[in-house]
C-alpha cells in the first residue's frame, strides 16, 4: 500500500530559526497536503499544492510540490512558539478506490525558549 | 463557524461494549470520513462517504459500521470493543473528493475512546 515517510521525525529548535522538513512517498501523487495538529485538536489545513514543481507560500511557511511528485518540502522561517505542533503531509490515499487521504506520521516541532 | 463538531470528546469503554461516535457539519459538505489516529502515528482511513445514503470502506474498516442517513450526520459506530480500538477518532468533511482530487479536509477535534 501507500507509504508517506516524513523527516525528521522530531525537531527541536531555537525561536528564530528556520524549519525544513520533508516528506516522501512510495507512489506518485496528485496532490499534496500539509496539515498541522496541535495538543488535543483536529489537523488543520496549512497548505495545499496541486501541481508538480509548484511552490506555495502561506505566511512564513511555504511548501513545495516534488518535481518527481513523489516528495514534499515544507520551510517555516523565524518559527514562533505558536509554530510549535506535529506537521503532517497527506495525499489521495488510492487502495482499493477508497475515497479520502493517507497521512504521513508527522514531524513533532518543539522550540526551546 | 461549527465546522465538524464531535462527540463524545472522551469515553471509556469496557471489552465487549459498543457505542456510537457521533459527528455533524454545518458546511453542507457532501463528503465525510472517519479516521483514527494511533500514538506517534498518522491518520489512517476507517469509512468514508461522499454523500447521504452512500458510505465505502477505508484502509482499516474491521470493527466498525457507518451510516450516513442525512448530509449533516455521519456516526461511527463499534460493535464490540476491542482493546486494539482505543485510539483517538476524527471525523472530517470536505467540498469536493479527498481522493482523486485531494480536497482539503476539515476536521473536527476528535474523541478520545479507550477500552479497557
Known amino acids: 500500500g501507500q507509504q508517506l515517510n516524513q523527516s525528521p521525525q522530531s525537531m527541536f529548535i531555537q525561536e528564530g530559526e528556520d524549519v525544513s522538513m520533508n516528506c516522501t512517498s512510495s507512489?506518485?501523487?496528485?496532490?499534496w497536503l500539509w496539515y498541522k495538529q496541535e495538543p488535543g485538536e483536529g489537523p488543520v489545513l496549512l497548505i495545499a499544492?496541486?501541481?508538480?514543481?509548484e511552490l506555495t507560500s502561506n505566511g512564513r511557511l511555504t511548501a513545495q510540490f516534488g518535481i518527481t511528485r513523489k516528495d514534499s518540502f515544507l520551510n517555516i522561517s523565524a518559527s514562533i512558539p505558536s509554530d510549535v505542533g506535529i506537521y503532517f503531509c497527506a495525499g489521495p490515499y488510492s487502495g482499493g478506490g477508497a475515497d479520502g487521504l493517507t497521512f504521513g506520521k508527522g514531524t513533532h516541532l518543539i522550540i526551546q525558549p | 463557524n461549527a465546522g465538524v463538531t464531535q462527540t463524545p470528546k472522551f469515553r471509556i469503554l469496557k471489552i465487549g461494549q459498543s457505542m456510537t461516535l457521533q459527528c455533524t457539519q454545518d458546511?453542507?459538505?457532501?463528503?465525510m470520513y472517519w479516521y483514527r489516529q494511533d500514538p506517534g502515528m498518522g491518520l489512517k482511513l476507517i469509512y468514508y462517504?461522499?454523500?447521504?445514503?452512500?458510505?465505502d470502506k477505508g484502509e482499516v474498516p474491521n470493527g466498525y459500521n457507518v451510516s450516513r442517513s442525512t448530509t449533516e450526520d455521519f456516526p461511527l459506530r463499534l460493535e464490540l470493543a476491542a482493546p486494539s480500538q482505543t485510539s483517538v477518532y476524527f471525523c472530517?468533511?470536505?467540498?469536493?473528493?479527498?481522493?482523486?482530487?485531494?480536497?482539503?479536509?476539515?476536521f473536527g477535534d476528535g474523541t478520545r475512546l479507550s477500552i479497557l
Open positions: 507512489s506518485i501523487f496528485n496532490t
Open positions: 499544492l496541486y501541481k508538480a514543481g
Open positions: 462517504s461522499v454523500g447521504a445514503g452512500i458510505t
Open positions: 458546511m453542507n459538505h457532501n463528503y
Open positions: 472530517a468533511s470536505s467540498h469536493g473528493t479527498g481522493g482523486s482530487l485531494g480536497q482539503p479536509q476539515h
